[in-house]
Nanobody, 124 residues
Framework: QVQLVETGGGLVQAGGSLRLSCAAS????????MGWFRQAPGQDREIVAA????????YYTDSVKGRFTIARTEAENTIYLQMDSLKPEDTAVYYC?????????????????WGRGTQVTVSS
């Protein structure tokens, strides 16, 4: 069973930065396609960013382009989400997701494994 552990959430002022990490362990796959989603109170879970199996391809939702960067380490199934120029509307619980199939995945139903989430709060 794959376990995903997110770290790095917290409270930050608007314009500040946070870095989220997600480590995958326990599975049999060498690597995973991975992504970050977020869910604000009363809203649906939405994709934030995704990264392919090799890291060669990435995807960002329009609202975070130019502010967030997704990356992965070569040696480990760990991904990062560098979040700069944060806005109050970025406030949400951020979830890490992983799937053993190859390819960039941008829909929640394309992921088999989920972390428990980490809270990001941006004050104005």
């Amino acid at each position: 069973q794959v376990q995903l552990v997110e770290t790095g959430g917290g409270l930050v002022q608007a314009g500040g930065s946070l870095r989220l990490s997600c480590a995958a362990s326990g599975g049999t796959s060498i690597r995973y396609s991975m992504g970050w989603f977020r869910q604000a109170p009363g809203q649906d879970r939405e994709i934030v960013a995704a990264i392919s199996w090799t890291g060669a391809h990435t995807y960002y939702t329009d609202s975070v382009k130019g502010r967030f960067t997704i990356a992965r380490t070569e040696a480990e199934n760990t991904i990062y989400l560098q979040m700069d120029s944060l806005k109050p509307e970025d406030t949400a619980v951020y979830y890490c997701a992983a799937d053993q199939r190859v390819g960039l995945r941008m829909q929640a139903n394309q992921y088999n494994y989920w972390g428990r989430g980490t809270q990001v709060t941006v004050s104005s």
